[in-house]
């Protein structure tokens, strides 16, 4: 069976924060203290495929990011696909 594709898209914008995040040096406890969440829970969630909204959302604003930019290219990537 094939994925869904917000699955798919999902997985582009987790990966995206998760490559965003590392070459920022953000620090998993900022995220994890954004979120409410752990610093583990974060780092096994960026290691994944999928994240809760508000660690995406975290991730994305302490890295310098842009969280609905990202959803917007995930989204475009997979209709194009």
């Keep these: 069976m094939s994925n869904l594709p917000a699955i798919e898209v999902a997985k582009r914008a987790t ?3 998760r490559n965003r ?3 920022s ?3 998993m406890t900022s995220i994890a203290d954004a979120s409410n969440r752990n610093r583990m829970t974060i780092a096994k969630w960026l290691d994944g495929d999928d994240m809760s909204l508000a660690a995406f ?3 994305q604003q302490l890295s310098g990011g842009d969280p ?3 959803l917007a290219a995930a989204l475009a990537d ?3 696909a």
């Design 15 to 17: 990966h995206d924060t």
């Design 21 to 23: 995040v590392l070459l």
């Design 25 to 27: 040096k953000t620090k």
């Design 57 to 59: 959302v975290a991730a």
């Design 68 to 70: 609905v930019k990202t």
């Design 78 to 80: 997979k209709e194009a």
